[in-house]
């Protein structure tokens, strides 16, 4: 018996090994997997499965093994992990391999492992706990600052923590002075109560640097925080590197802060308050629900799923950038059911497109929520024209403004009383004193109201002897200041300040400025080289403490590696730093900053690929450039962030470029030509999605000149993109070579995929027979291979030839089949998919009922898909209310369609929906209106050279100079109409065209007669 298991365990390994081997075989095809592969991978896993039954069989039947069996199964109910650890390990000595108990080896392991954490994480929090209790014992708050606030981050969610922490008197822990700006305040605070009342509102505080637009907006949180108790607070900053920062940055950091992930979860110098933190804690829960159900696609995306809890699964079926969207704002809707939120966004200057396009997206819907939406930026940086291009923020701003109304405060002297501000602040942080008018009146004049000119010129005349405590303690400023002593500019007295460090601390700002505006000790610790210890007493005792340049940021686990952030006090700081340096000394930072953070996130590169792109950019690492930039355009592509992937796929072109003429910058390891064919395609890719066709026509057509890449694959997004300009017979001979290829490898996906592109063209160009041989082909290999989603997909598009031919019964026949198939496979899309084209035959056959009730169907699917509302479905449920002559219900449809396919930039849908418009403003009789609309609609099938939509409008303006009797512009009119159509093959289309052709020039010529 006991030889009997040895060789069946044997025959398994062997097994499973030669499994893993056809399973990395088939993980490098993709798509392309032949059928001879699938069979053997399904041959052996049914033959590995059997196996493992009879071995199981065989050990169960074993006297000695079910006892031991039998046992462990009570020990894990007693939920005796270690025991349960020790006795599989016996069990796996007798009879190695032994699967299941593998399997329950791991989970005692782990459930122990989660065991043994636990039990650490209630030891340091009772050293937390202790430590806290001390520090305020102790009354020494302030200089145990960075102690304190590491060990509320530590545990965010601890409830003695925050028990314990909701004891803390607030005023120790806070020592923020807040002077003046009572009018800005008071203006601010009056969006609240319609906020409460869940009329939620966006409102724009814009200022130079340094004007106190963020110390504005966190005093108003404060203030707010202590009057109302429910209201809570979230906030996310953008980085000055534009398009090559993380995609939806600030949107990131705010979402973690409501689920308590971010490092920023409690920062008195900033938004995030204590009580607010204590507040963010009581809710957290409902967040992290709120994500999970409302919001999948924003897992691993936006949040870490670690962040989430055990079990919880990634959803990748996220349709599209809207649907991220839709999400986003889904969870920010269910997170207000509880509680008013204020989300402030910082810095939006520096906003890049997907966080632009976010940010637009959430305001749109912001109106119906409990929601203040409090954007900083600088106004001035706006205004500056790159490239003769306006800054992307400015184009959604007066729509701000018309939709929302007055939402602009401005802090600059104009708006405020100099004299009366400065007095303000002195009052509230030089207390008592006995400064004199002229003393405040001077330093007004020269700050003029720049809040952070006012703090740093008051310290420079401190740190001179210019202002001092007398002996009564009264600050005093004995001798009259003059004012063209004083510098003119806040950088002098940054420079100043600056020049008085030593030089250990001069070197370490220096390291940091580059790094960016946030910096890690560790990364300073490696540059410098000097001890970590000593670096983080440099960071937190001199820079932080004493000279106030620098704020601490927390703790973050990278891997297995705590790194400890900080930030520069003001991003004034960071740049006048960085700006004083050479251009070869910024290169050789940079080198030295990329390689650490390299090495010391290593374990998760990708999340830092974009800051490492711009160090090794900066310092002309141009392999590495590559390398990363190439890992950060994947990232941003799966998040949806287009934009930014292409900026990234740019910076791959550049440096592939810059390779070539100087092969001494590479290490000799890469293929340049495949780099550049892949930045390429992957370019074109998104280009593709973006409807730029020629742009991704031009792209494929580069990368198939380096000829390293598979032919097929680009031949077939060129032919994609054909197809969606209406080029039906170009697209068709690029898809005839595919499908050669295709078959050439046996590639039989393949081969079903472009058949399908091969029917969808022929049924565009009017051959109906030729499309459904196509289909058939497709259908027939979809059932072969037993492939029931492309069997749905090839239903599909056979309905839609049937439709096309009128042939109302074998059109629902198969739109019926992918109904039921995509029900089976609960393929949502399929699902929607199906019953929009099943509600457009019942429009056809004049069951206006049953087309309306699965079309309607059809957009509560979309709403579960969390998509935007489908132009194409409302545009049909539009006309078929139109049919029943309910004219209000068809409009509101049909410009539900139109809003959806503008917000989306679906061009070639409001092409059409405006056809649909126009022709239902000729049946009301506003012919004026419903030109417009054809015209509107003539220019958007035009943008994209949609030839085939253009040729419906065309003839339905002819239609429209056919009723007003302008017999020569109709003739002339149908004629356009008569040469795109034939262009494009539509011989429907053609048909009404040379009727009403012949009818008119028939009359034509019987008036000349």
Partial sequence: MKNQIVALQNQIKLIRDNLNTLELRQAKYGLDIPISLINEVKELRTESQKKEQELHHLLQIQPEIHELYSKLDIILEEEDYEKAVNLCDQIAKLYPGYRDVLEKRMLAQSKLDEKKQQEKDEQEITIAVESIANLIKDDAILESRIELISLLRSHPYNEMLVALAQKVDLNLLSQQHFAGRDNLLTKIKSYIPACLRGQGSVLLVTGEPGAGKTYLVSEFVRQVQAEYSNIIATFGACSPYGDASEAYEPFREALNFLV???????????????????????????????????????????????????????????????????????????????????????????????????????????????????VIYRNTDLAIVQSDKQHPFLHILSELKRRYGDIEISISSSTTDTDSFVKDYIDAIYTPHKFHSQFVHTIAKRTRDNALFISELLQYLNDNGSIYPDETGNWVCPKLIDIDSLPARIEAVIEERISRLEDNLSDILISASVEGEEFTAQVLSSIQKVE?????????????????????????????????????????????????????????????????????????????SHLLVRHFREAHMLDKVVKYSAMAAQRMAKSFAYHEAISFYNQILEATSRLELDPYDTNGEMELDEVKAKALQGRGDILLQLEKLKEAIHDYEQALTLDVLPRVELLKQIGRAKEFMGFWNEAFGYYQECIESYRTSKNELG????????????????????????????????????????????????????????????????????????????????????????????????????????????????????????????????????????????????????????????????????????????????????????????????????????????????????????????????????????EVGDSNLLGQITESLNSLQSKSQERNE
């Fill in 751 to 982: 081969v079903i995929e472009i058949n399908i592109r091969l029917g969808a063209i022929s049924k565009q160009m009017g051959d109906w027979d030729k499309a459904l041989g196509f289909l058939f082909q497709a259908l027939e290999q979809a059932r072969k291979m037993e492939n029931e989603y492309w069997e749905a997909r090839t239903a599909c598009n056979i309905g839609m030839v049937y439709y096309r031919k009128q042939n109302w019964d074998s059109s629902l026949s198969y739109y019926k089949k992918d109904l039921d198939i995509s029900r089976k496979l609960n393929d949502l899309v399929g699902i929607e998919r199906s019953l929009a084209n099943t509600g457009e035959v019942y429009l056809e056959i004049g069951n206006i009922n049953k087309a309306i009730e699965s079309m309607l169907e059809a957009i509560e699917i979309n709403k579960k898909l969390g998509g935007e509302p489908s132009p194409v479905t409302h545009r049909n449920v539009g006309v078929s209310c139109l049919r029943l002559n309910d004219i209000e219900q068809a409009e509101r449809h049909l410009q539900i369609s139109l809003d959806a396919a503008l917000k989306q930039d679906w061009m070639q849908e409001a092409s059409w929906t405006l056809y649909e418009i126009g022709k239902l403003q000729i049946e009301k009789g506003n012919i004026q209106t419903a030109k417009d609309s054809l015209v509107k609609s003539i220019e958007y099938a035009e943008k994209i050279n949609d030839r085939w939509r253009l040729s419906y409008s065309i003839f339905a303006l002819a239609q429209i100079a056919k009723k007003e009797e302008k017999t020569q512009e109709a003739i002339s009119t149908l004629e356009k109409a008569h040469t795109l159509a034939s």
């Fill in 532 to 608: 970590e210890r000593q670096i983080l007493k440099h960071l937190t005792q001199s820079l932080s403490r004493r000279y106030r340049l620098i704020e601490e940021q927390g703790a973050r686990i990278f891997g297995k590696r705590r790194l400890y952030f900080f930030r520069f006090r003001h991003i004034l700081f960071q740049q006048y730093i960085y700006n004083s340096l050479t251009d070869v000394e910024k290169e050789i930072i940079h080198q030295d900053v990329g390689l650490c953070l390299e090495e010391l996130c290593s374990s998760n590169l990708e999340e830092v």
């Fill in 260 to 374: 308590g992930t971010t490092r920023l979860a409690w920062d008195e110098d900033y938004m995030s308050s204590l009580e607010n933190f204590i507040r963010v804690f009581r809710c957290s829960h409902l967040t992290r629900e709120a994500i999970i159900e409302q919001g999948p696609g924003l897992i691993d995306t936006f949040i870490s799923s670690n962040d989430l809890g055990q079990g919880v699964e990634v959803d990748q079926s996220t349709t599209g950038q809207t649907g991220l969207f839709h999400q986003f704002t889904s969870v920010i809707e269910q997170v207000t059911k509880d509680t008013p939120l204020i989300f402030v966004l910082d810095d939006f200057q520096w906003a890049n497109l997907s966080s632009i396009h976010l940010f637009s997206y959430l305001a749109r819907n912001a109106r119906t929520l409990p929601l203040l939406l409090i």
